[in-house]
Structure formats: structure tokens, C-alpha cells
């Protein structure tokens, strides 16, 4: 059979709207298979073996979490402020937060790599692909911070964003501001020489 891009990414699109709505127990070839709406087999001839399967699940969720071409470019062009780090978290939490599904299938397979080491490693790699990806922009870009900071940010980020989509702590206090003080707290504004 004939395996299209088109369709390995819906087959995996629903695989993420599976693990989304019934945790990482309900996600199974044939959940998927019906979540398309396609005969039963077909995410089986795609994606082999469970293990298969979370890794195209990755590789899926960094697709459709990653900036757009255009939001690099425009944030490439401006002057490398605190401001525009600002910006750029605002943005990275705005894409975690309306693709909610997407986000709460990636913190479901991190909690299964939790309790399976196999599929840890396999994280890991994503998450360092993710965050060395992050230092690269920040550095092409001349914006403030270096490893560091951008580590620092991804902590504060996840909590942030696992905050917003369960129960958050303080639902009056808006999104942006909660990121401006993060900015504020974690990049000081004269980095040291």
C-alpha cells in the first residue's frame, strides 16, 4: 500500500485527538482507525507498533505547535529586545493554549514516559530537539538570554500552560500578563557583560 503524507498526518491528527480526549490507555490502532473514519488496519499500516506510533505522534504535535514561517521572519526583522523575547513567550503560550488538544495529548505522552522508560528517551530527544531549536532563534534573532534563561522559560512555560488548560490558580489574571512578569523575573533587563 501506497503511504501518503496526507494521510499518515490525519491518521496521526486523530491519534492525537484520541490521546487528547482518553488518555494514553485509550489510544490504540483501531481508536484511531475509527476516530478517522477509516477501515480498520489502517493506522496499523502507517505506524507498525505502538512505539511507532508515539514517535509519529511527536513528530505530528512539534508540526502543528511550531511558529509559522511568517511569525519567524517578522519577529527576525524587529530589534532584539526584551520586549520582543516577551513577545516571542506570548507567542509559544497563545499556541499551546487554542491548540488545547494538541497540548494535552503532548502532556499525556509525558506522562506515560514517565512510567515507560522507552518512551522517555524518545522525549527526551524531542524536548532537546525543542529547546536547542529555541537558543538557535534567540541567538539568530540577538534577542536577550542565553541557555540558560530559555531553559529557565521552558519550565515556567510548562506550568504556565498545564495552569491554563486543567485549573488555573488565578483566572482573573490574564495570560500575558502572568508572561510579561515571567519575562520581567527571569531576563534581567541589563544582562551582565
Do not use: C
Given at each position: 500500500?501506497?503511504?501518503?503524507?496526507?494521510?499518515?498526518?490525519?491518521?496521526?491528527?486523530?491519534?492525537?485527538?484520541?490521546?487528547?480526549?482518553?488518555?494514553?490507555?485509550?489510544l490504540?490502532?483501531?481508536?484511531?482507525d475509527?476516530?478517522?473514519?477509516?477501515?480498520?488496519?489502517?493506522?496499523?499500516?502507517?505506524?507498525?507498533?505502538?512505539?511507532?506510533?508515539?514517535?509519529?505522534?511527536?513528530?505530528?504535535?512539534?508540526?502543528?505547535?511550531?511558529?509559522?514561517?511568517?511569525?519567524?521572519?517578522?519577529?527576525?526583522?524587529?530589534?532584539?529586545?526584551?520586549?520582543?523575547?516577551?513577545?516571542?513567550?506570548?507567542?509559544?503560550?497563545?499556541?499551546?493554549?487554542?491548540?488545547?488538544?494538541?497540548?494535552?495529548?503532548?502532556?499525556?505522552?509525558?506522562?506515560?514516559s514517565?512510567?515507560?522508560?522507552?518512551?522517555?528517551?524518545?522525549?527526551?530527544?524531542?524536548?532537546?530537539?525543542?529547546?536547542?531549536?529555541?537558543?538557535?532563534?534567540?541567538?539568530?534573532?540577538?534577542?536577550?538570554?542565553?541557555?540558560?534563561?530559555?531553559?529557565?522559560?521552558?519550565?515556567a512555560?510548562?506550568?504556565?500552560?498545564?495552569?491554563?488548560?486543567?485549573?488555573?490558580?488565578?483566572?482573573?489574571?490574564p495570560?500575558?500578563?502572568?508572561?510579561?512578569?515571567?519575562?520581567?523575573?527571569?531576563?534581567?533587563?541589563?544582562?551582565?557583560?
Amino acid at each position: 500500500m501506497a503511504k501518503n503524507e496526507a494521510r499518515r498526518n490525519a491518521l496521526a491528527d486523530a491519534g492525537i485527538a484520541v490521546l487528547a480526549r482518553e488518555g494514553s490507555r485509550g489510544l490504540t490502532h483501531r481508536a484511531i482507525d475509527a476516530e478517522a473514519g477509516v477501515p480498520t488496519g489502517t493506522t496499523s499500516n502507517y505506524f507498525r507498533s505502538r512505539d511507532t506510533l508515539i514517535s509519529g505522534l511527536f513528530a505530528r504535535i512539534g508540526d502543528r505547535l511550531a511558529p509559522t514561517p511568517e511569525d519567524l521572519a517578522a519577529r527576525a526583522s524587529a530589534p532584539p529586545t526584551r520586549e520582543l523575547f516577551a513577545d516571542y513567550v506570548r507567542d509559544i503560550v497563545r499556541r499551546l493554549t487554542t491548540n488545547r488538544e494538541v497540548t494535552l495529548a503532548l502532556y499525556e505522552l509525558r506522562l506515560e514516559s514517565a512510567r515507560r522508560p522507552e518512551l522517555a528517551e524518545a522525549l527526551g530527544d524531542w524536548q532537546r530537539a525543542g529547546l536547542e531549536g529555541d537558543i538557535a532563534f534567540n541567538e539568530a534573532a540577538g534577542l536577550p538570554g542565553g541557555r540558560r534563561e530559555i531553559a529557565l522559560f521552558h519550565y515556567a512555560i510548562e506550568g504556565l500552560v498545564f495552569d491554563r488548560l486543567t485549573s488555573p490558580i488565578d483566572p482573573d489574571t490574564p495570560t500575558d500578563d502572568v508572561v510579561d512578569a515571567l519575562v520581567a523575573g527571569l531576563l534581567p533587563e541589563h544582562p551582565p557583560a
